[in-house]
């Protein structure tokens, strides 16, 4: 790994990702700036971060089928979820620790602030973390979450789709999104969605089903590939 | 369009009102693992000055925001960024902590004011706090940085404080300093939009 004082990132390119004020998704009226963002030079303090491959993992801390288990399996289409990080130069993001959270398969959360009529399930937790292997990759087990409505226009209603959060080399990689399910008809009707502009950066946002790694009989795949800034080279004037 | 041969970067989307189920497991309420990341970055035999901060998160009509999510990252009393976190170590330099809540909503963090750390061009920044904040309706993590309020000499000659163009603008991002019970305690309320809005950052 490079002295963090001397790596550079890509920019991000703010008219790819959702701009803060979305009105549609109403809750971004009051919570979006309204003066312009201040441009920095990228300095040691932004192109460092934290390294968690000293983070103790539990056994199942990738595996949601098992890590609530009271006794027996969750409900829910069991399915796999797996894909490599890496950055914009197609470089695999080694030992970066990759977070997940997502409903269950009635479509709510085990969060004391859910009042989904959909009951929880005593076996599912909803959380799952792991650390990509040497090439990127890293993969967990869990069931499919259900799409479930929200206080936002009275008919909206979310597609089936799990949060990830991805630290990456620094802390100006560091990215939240979600995965949506390739096929799932809600997709283009979610103002969170389409916070989103350009129909090309959705797709970044997409699994694929991925029929090679499914466990036959038992479960599908569905593979998610996940793309951080590229660190580029950096030319210095003073040697 | 121009970039070649660069793949395009997966987009952000709102880490949402559950935030917590996956990255603040207490604070939704859940049991928690065998080692999370929360918002003791210092232990007590960890070197250097400790303090608290303390702050609270406000949107553009002044409620305040009780689902917010922060990921702090800073240098320790010596200005090092040390990147690897390990919680067997008295002091780690990156933490994440939440707003709560109930009706006074505040996140906390406890750990060292951070030393001096490098500029690009190699000046001193004065001692700062890097804050990405995370919520509901927040499409994109908003980045801030805490400066301190007993670092005037500092901070006067900061090159990313002076790259802010209005002067009183520049004071959104320096908490105060209190005793409380002989602790030091510095403030930083995050003001997302209107009247005395937060500065925040493109970098």
Same mark, same amino acid.
């Given at each position: 790994?490079?002295?963090?004082? /001397? ?6 390119d703010?008219?790819w990702? =959702?701009?803060?004020l979305?009105? /549609? @998704? ?34 199942? /801390?990738? *595996? ?17 979820? %797996? ?7 197609g470089?695999?993001?080694? %030992? ?8 269950n ?5 085990? %969060? ?5 009529l959909? =009951?929880? /399930? =005593? ?24 799409? @479930? ?13 799990? %949060?990830?959060?991805?630290?990456? =080399?620094?802390i ?11 096929? *799932?008809?809600?997709?283009?009707h ?11 950066a ?19 795949? @569905? ?14 004037e003073?040697? | ?12 989307? !709102? ?6 189920i ?17 918002n ?30 922060? $990921? ?5 009393? $010596? ?30 963090i406890? !750990? ?15 001692p700062?706090i890097?804050?990405?904040?995370f919520?509901?309706g ?14 005037a000499?500092?901070?006067a ?20 300093? $209190? ?25």
């Amino acid at each position: 790994m490079s002295d963090a004082q /001397d790596r550079r990132f890509v920019m991000r390119d703010r008219t790819w990702h =959702p701009k803060a004020l979305t009105p /549609d @998704y109403k809750t971004s009226v009051g919570r979006s700036p309204r003066q312009a963002l201040v441009s920095i030079p990228q300095s040691i303090s932004e192109t460092s971060g934290p390294d968690f491959s000293h983070l103790k993992m539990g056994q199942h /801390d990738n *595996d949601l089928l098992l890590n609530f288990n009271t006794g027996a399996l969750p409900i829910g289409e069991r399915i796999i979820v %797996h894909g490599r990080v890496v950055d914009q130069f197609g470089k695999p993001i080694p %030992h970066t620790l990759v977070e997940m959270w997502q409903a269950n398969a009635g479509g709510r959360y085990r %969060h004391k602030n859910d009042r989904y009529l959909a =009951p929880l /399930d =005593p076996n599912f937790g909803g959380v799952g973390r792991a650390l990509t292997d040497s090439e990127g990759r890293y993969h967990f087990r869990t069931i499919k979450p259900g799409p @479930y409505p929200w206080r936002n226009n009275p008919n909206d209603w979310r597609p089936a789709h799990i %949060h990830f959060s991805i630290s990456g =080399p620094a802390i100006c990689t560091k990215l939240i999104t979600q995965l949506y399910f390739e096929g *799932d008809p809600l997709i283009p009707h979610c103002p969170i969605v389409k916070a989103v502009n350009d129909p090309e950066a959705v797709q970044t946002m997409i699994a694929r089903l991925d029929l090679t790694a499914n466990n036959p009989m038992d479960c599908l795949a @569905y593979r998610f590939d996940i793309v951080l800034r590229g660190q580029r080279k950096t030319w210095f004037e003073n040697v | 369009m121009t970039e070649i041969n660069l793949l395009r970067e997966t987009t952000s989307q !709102t880490a949402g009102p559950y935030v917590h189920i996956g990255l603040a497991l207490a604070a939704a309420g859940n049991p928690t693992r065998e080692q999370e990341i929360w918002n003791q970055l210092a232990k007590p035999e960890a070197p250097g000055e400790h303090i608290t901060v303390i702050g609270r998160v406000f949107d553009g009509n002044g409620h305040l925001v009780r689902d917010s999510f922060l $990921e702090i990252w800073q240098a320790n009393h $010596e200005g090092v960024y040390d990147e690897d976190y390990n919680l067997d170590k008295p002091f780690n330099g990156f933490g994440r902590t939440a707003t709560t809540f109930d009706a006074g909503s505040e996140w906390t963090i406890e !750990t060292v004011k951070p030393g001096v750390v490098k500029a690009a061009d190699g000046r001193p920044q004065a001692p700062h706090i890097n804050v990405a904040l995370f919520a509901r309706g927040i499409n994109i993590q908003l980045a801030t940085r805490i400066y301190f309020d007993d670092e005037a000499e500092a901070n006067a000659a900061d090159p990313v404080l002076n790259l802010i163009e209005q002067p009183e603008r520049r004071q959104t991002l320096i908490a105060t300093r $209190e005793e409380q019970a002989g602790k030091v305690v510095y403030r930083f309320d995050i003001r997302i939009q209107g009247e005395n809005e937060t500065v925040f950052f493109d970098f």
